[in-house]
């Protein structure tokens, strides 16, 4: 006969009030207020003594604030959004990008000095190719004792594009191991995606963005009037990931790029031209897919699961994006396009549906295949790794099954993938050019 076991005594205490168990008990946590260590993090406690004396168990959450705010004029002296994070602390300690700091370097510092904050600033080269352990180590020095010595509750300034927010957000998470960021994204991946993204990251041998640590700024700012000065293929870049958003999550936003994708790529998002209204639309854009990512990224923190829309187009990207030496933003769309063509072939997609998604892309110039998806071997690397990534329980693949939602396919068998090769080269090749977009590889664009 089996025993009905009583409950453990469940108790809520301080750390003073508790002493060492030996009975069956479980005790909550909640440190007071006054031993905070920062205004971004909170957390909370068990500990469950297993009554024998000699072993217990233990469970902690973590809880961190994140802010995304879409601004105007973020470096302007009559914007107070950056000196209110600022000016109750005695510095701002800034990571700038190598290209932002030619173009907004003056602005930015003369906006710290109107408000009387100085401004302790390091400027860094961040290309594709500088996506190493070596800038990530040149930027902890830095911020560490030989540096500026950065507290680990001061809020580091970061201001550029997808690669400095991955490497110096990753410098962030190694300092103290755990230093609060605020990010100014100055290329669309980086307002969009990148910017507001927890995934820090380097890349690694073995495959794009493999290093890295979960730590997401505490407040991005996102001003779309930096997207003036980017070459227009960055702009393109950029929207890819929009673009991710609006087929997996949010139909609307799709209607709206289909209407006004063209019009925003010309004018750089309404800063090199347009009209009130394009101007509105710009900003409705940039936030639908900032509010649909954050939905579920924000909220999904340290990918605890895999029912991720964003990883869409990024299956087998990371694998063959480098080898190619791809832009990251026609990786992605050569991945969504072909994900539209695994999805028609196991039924979750219409084939209007997939022909609809394939003409976006290419409305606004971005490739839909590229002769790389032929390599078998290496797609299959791609899906283990990716597997290994996504922790081993099945590939999730993010697929759509319609415009505006998703689903998550656990296995595309090796005959599968080939056979879905094939439909997608042929449905391509009836595009004028196969399915090529414009300034396709990092050369293009002057970056390696
Ligand atoms: N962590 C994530 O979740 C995540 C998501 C998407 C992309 N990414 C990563 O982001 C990277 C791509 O980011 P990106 O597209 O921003 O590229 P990028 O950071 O290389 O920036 C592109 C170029 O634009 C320049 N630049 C930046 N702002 C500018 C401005 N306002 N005006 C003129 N030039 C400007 C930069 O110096 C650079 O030369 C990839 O490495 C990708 O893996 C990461």
Redesign the pocket.
Known sequence: MVQAQPNPTLLTGNLKSISPSKSEQIIQFNHPEKYRTSEWYTGHGEIAASGDGRSFAISASYTLEAEVKLVDGVFEPSNPTLAQVYSSRSRCVAIV????NE??GEQLRRYFEHYEIPLELVVCR???SD?TPDTVHRLLKFLGKDGCDVSRNEPVLVV???????VA?LACALHHRRTPYVMV??????AI??GP?P???TNGSQF??SLGAYHPPVLTLVDRN??????TG?VR??MA?IIKMAITDDGELFELLEQYGSQLLETHFATLGGDEKLAKIADEVIYRALYSYMKHEGTNMFETYQDRPHSYGHTWSPRFEPVAKL???HAVTIGMAFGATIAVEIGWLKPTERDRIIALCRSLGLSVYHPILEDIDLMIEGQKNMRRKRGDGGLWAALPTGIGSCDYAQEISPELLQASVASHKQVCSSLPDGGKGKEIYLGD?G?E
């Open positions: 990008d190598q290209t932002v173009l907004y961040a290309w594709e996506k550029g594009g997808g690669v400095l927010s991955d957000g994204g100055t290329t669309v991946v980086a995606d990148a993204s995934r820090t990251c794009k963005n930096f997207f003036r000065t980017l070459a960055h870049n950029g990931e832009m990251h933003g664009l970056l």
